[in-house]
């Protein structure tokens, strides 16, 4: 008997990208494909000795069960290092620790999606968001964005028209469109939360990976830092925030912080789905923040990806010329460009990924990470991974594919 799965799987496809995945076993294949950060670059003698902290000075708890919401002295180190990033008034119970921040995502979609409940989204965004919303039943409307974020007076006349149930923004560096979303634009979106009354989530896992060397440079605060300048908007807003990108995403941990009704109900579907995030990782994070290495990881993290970014960028005005168009990053693990069809090259961008991998550089096409209207020029290059010799070499072979 074929089994019978639940109707709301109907609502969600496999993604394209994976497809692509697959050819990236080919020998030799450059791959600015990914999403990952570089492995080359794990603190892994400050994780190891975290983890042997966390074993030593307190083995019940980091491989006993644990609480729900997190672990007590992770919790409090995430307060502190949100404190330190200019969130204020943010303590250890108004956060909860999340299995990555991709199960925030999933405990925002599953405590407030009914079918067929509309939610604005950036277009482009994350696809796994997309993809778990959808499994809610979310009826999702795309926001355009430009190089500045989202376009806020679009975005109002959207949440007047849709009164979706919430709004999804990755306002840093986003994923897949790598902008930065401007501090007046910012300030916009918390006003209009509060108008609307309308809930914001802000997702930025990307934040801390700026590469400016100075404050001008660097991106503006996060929505909930800026949430103070906004009276009632602090209220309407939930922050996921992830390890992933900075130290590790093996590990898993990520945290929201919310309103304490969200909060509550967020952390009663997490008791029946995983009951805890790892306690023995959510140990080894807190040794580690207790240590006090974050700050020099996330200065080397950033140094060595400014320097691909930068690298990237110069290769493809060089190399492709006006056959494409990007915004050059300032932060994040992403290039997001456009193919312009000039003289005759190729515009769209699924073609040209299916031609690159025959020239053995693979990148993803960017129309998937629309949930609708998708932009078939559009691509997502990472440079995160790829050593600086790679870069360039795989940019010249796009050269040729293009
Ligand atoms: C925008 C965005 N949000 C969330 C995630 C999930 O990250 P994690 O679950 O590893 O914290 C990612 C990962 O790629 C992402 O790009």
Known sequence: MPLQFADRLNNVETSAIRELFKLLGKPGIISFAGGFPDSAMFDVDGIREAANAALTEEPGGALQYGATEGYN???????????????????SDNLIVTTGSQQALDLIGKTLISPGDKVIVEGPTFLATIQCFRLYGAQLISAP?????????????????????????????????????????????????????????????YGDLYFGQTAEDRPPPSLLAMSPLVPGSRELLAHCGSMSKVLSPGLRVGWMIGPAELLAKATMCKQFSDAHTSTFAQATAAQYLKAGRMPATLARV?????????????????????????????????VWARLTGAGGKVADGAELARRAIEKGVAFVPGAPFYCANPDTAALRLSFATVGTDKIIEGVGRLAQAV
């Open 302 to 334: 950033r140094k060595v990806y400014a320097e691909r970014c930068q690298l990237m960028c110069d290769a493809l005005r060089m190399e492709l010329g006006d056959a494409i168009e990007f915004v050059q990053p300032q932060g994040g693990l992403f």
């Open 73 to 91: 002295p992770l919790r409090e180190q995430l307060a502190a290092f949100m404190t330190a990033k200019g969130c204020t008034g943010v303590a």
């Open 145 to 205: 964005i430009d190089g500045n974020g989202v376009k806020t007076d679009e975005l109002e006349q959207l949440i007047a028209e849709h009164k979706p149930k919430f709004v999804y923004l990755i306002p840093t560096f986003g994923n897949p469109s790598g902008a930065m979303l401007s501090a007046e634009r910012r300030k916009k979106v918390l006003e209009m939360a509060v108008r609307h009354q309308t809930l914001i989530v802000e997702d930025d896992p």
